[in-house]
């Protein structure tokens, strides 16, 4: 295994989104902002925010979602075991625009905390789902 890549996983509870060799990669964390992960990093694990997962395959920048979970960082390595996730090229931007524009109706129409929060996820989802399936990364 090469010094300058490292093995990128993301498994969630029914599959297996990615397993490919990145020279970097930055994910959500919880409590810390985003991580920035080079190959030899100091070993740590850390539970997930919903996000975008950022990462260079070869010359190819590259984004997955992750949606809640943990990731464990190993010096050659990076797991990623989140509740859901998708890779770029998965994601149908027209179809997380209607689930954004959806969002918002629901939005607009809660009227209760559970509702709102409901209308929140949803949106945050459809959000996370456009700017992945975007053509060039933001970062």
Request: aromatic residues 6%; glycine residues 4%; hydrophobic residues 35%.
């Amino acid at each position: 295994m090469s010094t300058t890549t490292l093995h990128l996983e993301v498994i969630t509870p029914q599959r297996t989104v990615l397993s490919v060799q990145v020279s970097d990669l930055q994910f959500p964390s919880l409590t810390k902002g985003y991580y920035g992960i080079l190959p030899a990093h100091t070993p740590t694990m850390t539970p997930l925010n919903n996000g975008v997962i950022y990462f260079s395959e070869g010359n190819q920048k590259r984004m997955a979602t992750v949606f809640g979970g943990f990731a464990e960082v190993r010096p050659d390595r990076v797991t990623i075991l989140a509740q859901d996730s998708e890779t770029q090229d998965q994601i149908n931007y027209e179809e997380a625009e209607v689930e954004h524009q959806q969002a918002l109706k629901l939005l607009q129409s809660a009227f209760t905390e559970d509702s709102l929060r409901e209308a929140q996820a949803r949106l945050e989802r459809a959000r996370i789902r456009m700017e992945c399936s975007a053509k060039t990364p933001p970062r």
